[in-house]
C-alpha cells in the first residue's frame, strides 16, 4: 500500500508493515473516540523529549486536550512547538507458534503537527468535548468550569490534517516452518482478547450512604461493565 | 514533597501536583511490570518528534524494547538520542461535582536517558523478558528467535537511573463550595474502577478443533479473565 491518503503525508506513511496501515477517516475518527489517554511529546529547552499522558477529546478534524497553565512543559507545548500525540488501544495478545511472531493486536493514531492554544467558546465547547469523552453525561450535572478554574487551564487543539493509522487484528502470521515442523505445528496458537471493563461504581465520603449512583454513569454504555462477583 | 529520591532528579521532579508524585522504587518496580505498552520519543533529523507505542519489560533497573532493525525511527533511538519512555495504567474515572476536579485515577512511570542497543545474551535475555511480560510462559513452549529473527530485531535498554512516577487514586477533591452549595453538594461523586480484562482465547485456524487452549494461557493470572457471558 503505497499511496497518500488524505491526512497522510511522507512523514506519517508507515513504511514498515504497510498492511497495518489503514487509510480511512472513519477509523481515524472511532479509534480517537474509543480512547481515554494520549501521550504527547514535548521538547525542553535542553533538547530532552517528555512523553506526557493527557485526556483528551476529538472535537471535528482536530483532537484537544488540556492541562495546567503552571505547566512548564504545557506551556511549552502551546509556543507550536512541532509535538505528536498516540492514542494506542490493546485489543488483544497475540499467541503465534513462535516467539518472534507472538505480537498485539491494536488499533493506533498518530497525529503530528504543532498545538494551537484555544480560548473563548472554542475552548469551552473544547473542555466540554473532554469532559463527554472522560465522563458522558456528567457536564450537564456537575459544575461547569468557573472563570478562575478556566484562567488555570490550558486548553490545546492539534489539527488531524497529518497523522497516521495503524491496526493489527486476528490471527497470528506464522513463518511456514512453524506450521509443519514438531514441535510448534502442534501448538495452541490464536489470541486472547484485551478488554477494558469498568468496575462497580465507589461513592466519596460525601455522598450520602442511601443515595444511589448517578444515573448518568449507569447510563454508560460507552465500556463494558465487569460483571459484579457473586 | 521536595526530596529528590533515587532515581529522581531536577529534570523528573513533578512540580505541578507535588502530591502524586511517588520516590519508591518498589512502586516504580510494579508499575512497569503491570503494564504491556510504553510509548517512547523519537526524534528525526527534521526535529519532528513521534511517539511509538512499543511493547517492553522490565530487566533488573532497564527497561528493554524492541523493534525491527528496517525501521528508521528505532535505528535513530539507537544512536543514543536523548528519549523518554512513558507507561501509563487506567486505574479509574472519577467523578467530582465539578468538570474541573473530575480526573483519572492511574499509575505513571516516565523514564528520560539514552537508549542502548543489546547483543549477545543480553540480547536474548531481553527478548526473553519481553515475551514474558505479553505472554508468560510462552518462551518455553514457543520456538526462541532464531539467528536470522534476532538479526531482524534492534533491542534496547534504557536506565532507571533517572524517572519519575505518578499516581492518583481513590475518591475526586472537591472545591469546598461545591460540597455545600446546591445542586453540586447533592450530587453523586466517586469514582469508577478500570479493569483490563482478559477474553475468551481465540484459536487460529491452523490450531486443530478439539485442541484446548495452551495450558500456558490458562494459567494467566495477571490479568482478570471477563467472566464468560451465560
Redesign the interface.
Known amino acids: 500500500m503505497t499511496e497518500i491518503a488524505p491526512g497522510s503525508t511522507k ?1 506519517t506513511q508507515v ?2 508493515v504497510p498492511d497495518r496501515a489503514v487509510h480511512d477517516v472513519e477509523v481515524l475518527y472511532s479509534i480517537l473516540d474509543a480512547g ?2 494520549a ?3 514535548v ?2 529547552d535542553q ?7 493527557v ?1 483528551y477529546a476529538r472535537m471535528d478534524h482536530q483532537v484537544v486536550f488540556h492541562g ?1 497553565t ?3 512543559l504545557f506551556k511549552t507545548l502551546a509556543t507550536g512547538q ?5 492514542v ?1 488501544l ?1 485489543d ?2 497475540v ?6 511472531e ?1 505480537s ?1 493486536n ?1 488499533r ?1 493514531v ?1 497525529v ?1 503537527g504543532s498545538a494551537r492554544r484555544l480560548s473563548g467558546d472554542e475552548e469551552l465547547a473544547a ?1 466540554q468535548r473532554i ?1 463527554e469523552q ?2 458522558p453525561g ?2 450537564e ?6 472563570p478562575k ?1 478556566r484562567a488555570a ?1 490550558l486548553t490545546l487543539a492539534l489539527s488531524l490534517d497529518e497523522c497516521s493509522v495503524k491496526m493489527r487484528t486476528g ?2 502470521e ?1 513463518e511456514p516452518e ?2 509443519v515442523e514438531a514441535p ?2 502442534q ?21 450520602a450512604a442511601d ?4 444515573p448518568e ?1 449507569l447510563a ?1 454504555s460507552h ?1 463494558p461493565w ?2 459484579a462477583v457473586q
Chains 1, 2 share one sequence.
Not at 533538547?47 to 499522558?53: D, M, S
Not at 512541532?82 to 498516540?86: A, D, G, N, R, V
Not at 484485551?194 to 466519596?204: I, K, R
Open positions: 512523514r513504511h514498515r481515554l489517554v501521550h504527547v511529546a521538547e525542553d533538547g530532552q523529549p517528555y512523553v506526557i499522558p485526556g495546567s503552571a505547566s512548564r512541532p509535538t505528536c500525540l498516540t494506542t490493546l488483544g495478545i499467541l503465534a507458534r513462535s516467539a518472534f507472538s498485539m491494536y493506533s498518530m503530528l473542555l469532559s472522560l465522563t456528567r457536564w450535572t456537575a459544575r461547569q468550569p468557573t478554574q487551564t490471527d497470528p506464522d512453524d506450521l510448534y505445528a501448538l495452541w496458537a490464536g489470541y486472547v482478547p484485551l478488554v477494558e471493563c469498568l468496575g462497580e461504581p465507589v461513592a466519596d465520603r460525601h455522598t443515595q444511589p449512583t448517578a454513569v454508560w465500556r465487569l460483571p
